[in-house]
């Protein structure tokens, strides 16, 4: 495989203002190999960061999505067998790969894994600094350049189902901590007129409607609240379409029928009707 292959493209990111230094803090620690853990509601920008960190520097990254079924084998690595080779042979699982190419890891959704995978990780964070094969006897030591990023939803409201706080010999092993949040109005009305055509009023509405649902969600009103990627792909679609036929392709029809009467109310308020009916939820 390529390598380069795994270094992501070009994209602009908008660093929040007043968190300039804050940011500069991070980008240092990641560019210096550090254990750093993201912290901050779904589609707020954690990857995003770090995709753009990885493109600005050439760096290679490896994505691993956590969650409860992934096991050892998959970031570890395993045997498998091969009739031409005549006999099993052993596979590099994602974390071993990202090791022995020097590639960054981003791990997402960290605390959503299960605690035997979470406990492969300890040698590799902290001042060992490399991932023990136990099932071969090799062990693959991290280069200094090696960040590895952990990111996790908060759990503040519980609703995030499956996530758990990570167990604090893990935790304490990140050199850095940083919650992430997501932009502001104005900046956030910016970034969808930079990734589409859309107008600044169109733009202000779409905003304003996020920003209700993240309230409604933190308020366990709704379970799912718009995020800045739900935004990036409704404004370009509004472009084409308007706001309102759009939103039901794009935005309404991901919403679960409990949250959909919650977005009903959010959307009447801004003159979007007749998107969710009354009483059907549909
Ligand atoms: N500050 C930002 N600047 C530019 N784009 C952003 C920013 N925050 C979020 N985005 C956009 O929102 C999308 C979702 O963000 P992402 O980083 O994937 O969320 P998560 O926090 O869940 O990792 C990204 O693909 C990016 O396009
Ligand atoms: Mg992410």
Sequence with gaps: MDINTLIPKETDFTIPKGREREFEILSNSILSGENILLRGEPGCGKSAYVLHLAAKHKVPVIQIQGDG??????????????????G??????????????????????????????????????????????KETGESIIRSSG??????MNPDD???????????????????????????????EVKLLMKTSDISLKDAQTMVSIAEKSREARKNLEMSLSIDTRMLIAWSKKAVQYGLKDSARAVLVSRFSDADKAALRGILVGFGLIDLVKKGSQK
């Design 69 to 86: 079924d992934m096991g050892v084998v998959d970031i570890v690595g395993g045997f498998q067998y091969s009739s031409l080779k005549n």
């Design 88 to 133: 099993t042979y052993w596979i590099d699982g994602a974390l071993s790969f990202a090791l022995r190419n020097g590639c960054w890891v981003l791990f997402d959704e960290i605390n959503m894994t299960l605690p035997e995978v979470l406990a492969r990780l300890h040698s590799v964070l902290d001042h060992r600094r490399h991932l023990d094969l």
């Design 146 to 151: 090696t960040a590895f990023i952990g990111t």
């Design 157 to 187: 409201f519980g609703v995030h189902s499956g996530t758990k706080p990570l167990s604090p010999a893990l935790f304490s092993r990140f050199d850095i901590i940083m919650d992430f949040d997501y932009l502001s109005g104005n900046e």
